[in-house]
């Protein structure tokens, strides 16, 4: 079976928090610090996008500090954004999703569910749905559907040999994690199935929740998955930047 590495991009960062953001009702009185990623799967020359980041028009609406156009950054690493064939989308929130116009070529690849849920489901246009989501890139999406652009998954499948996609619902009704052989094992971009580290060490939820009993089942599944613990990686813990080998500016090599 191929191996792939697998890069993390921060496009924007450092923002400050209640600790309670990053770990569901605990650490009130601290401050965290977290930053926003896209992932990035190389090898076997084949290169898959997990997540889009965000658009420059949203990043200055909602003036995202230390923010760079994530298809600058990839083009570090010599991934050209407009050529890019696959990208993952993990779930519709606007910090994964409203860069989707980045990637004119791409097919993405989404839980039919999480789709469904946030185009089609009245209740996504609530409030506190509303909040984390973004219009602009929902519709661009919806322009796709019924091309070969937009594939919708139905729970857990291979995308490319090697790269599983993994039904993991509790964050959002039907986000997914990305499964990857790489030479340690199997690895995991957990995205926001946990903000930090310290959410799968502690068994311990981040924050948006919405279903927490399936929320703990996500974590057996992808503690059974994974060849080690230390190869689930967060959304957004800035320990992805610090404690692992950087490759260029703003990107690290997770393994
Ligand atoms: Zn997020």
């Not at 930090?196 to 279903?211: A, G, K, T």
């Amino acid at each position: 079976m191929p191996q792939y590495e697998i890069y993390a991009i921060r496009y924007a960062g450092p923002f400050t928090s209640s600790g309670a953001f990053l770990m569901w009702h605990k650490d009130w009185e601290k401050t965290e610090k977290r930053n926003y990623y896209i992932w990035c799967i190389k090898g076997a020359g084949e290169t898959v996008i997990v997540d889009a980041g965000v658009a420059p028009e949203l990043a200055n609406k909602k003036y995202l500090s230390g923010y760079v156009n994530p298809a600058e950054i990839l083009s570090r690493i010599e991934v050209k954004a407009d050529e890019v064939r696959h990208v993952i989308i993990t779930h519709i929130h606007w910090d994964h999703t409203s860069g989707v116009e980045l990637f004119p070529k791409a097919t993405f690849y989404i839980q039919d569910e999480e789709y469904r849920f946030w185009l089609k489901n009245p209740i996504a246009r609530r409030p506190c749905f509303e909040y984390v989501s973004d219009k602009t890139s929902q519709d661009y999406l919806a322009s796709l559907e019924g091309t070969d652009r937009l594939s919708l998954l139905k729970g857990d499948q291979t995308i490319l040999s090697g790269i599983e996609c993994l039904l993991s619902p509790g964050h959002t009704v039907a986000l997914q994690a990305v499964a990857v052989n790489t030479a340690k094992g199997v690895a995991i971009i957990g995205s926001d199935c946990a903000h930090i580290f310290r959410n799968y060490r502690e068994d311990w939820p981040s924050s948006l929740i919405v279903d927490l009993v399936g929320w703990m089942r996500t974590y057996d599944n992808l503690r059974a998955k994974a060849s080690s613990l230390d190869l689930i990686f967060p959304g957004h813990d800035p320990l992805m930047s610090q404690n692992y080998p950087e490759v260029a500016q703003g990107i690290t090599r997770l393994v």
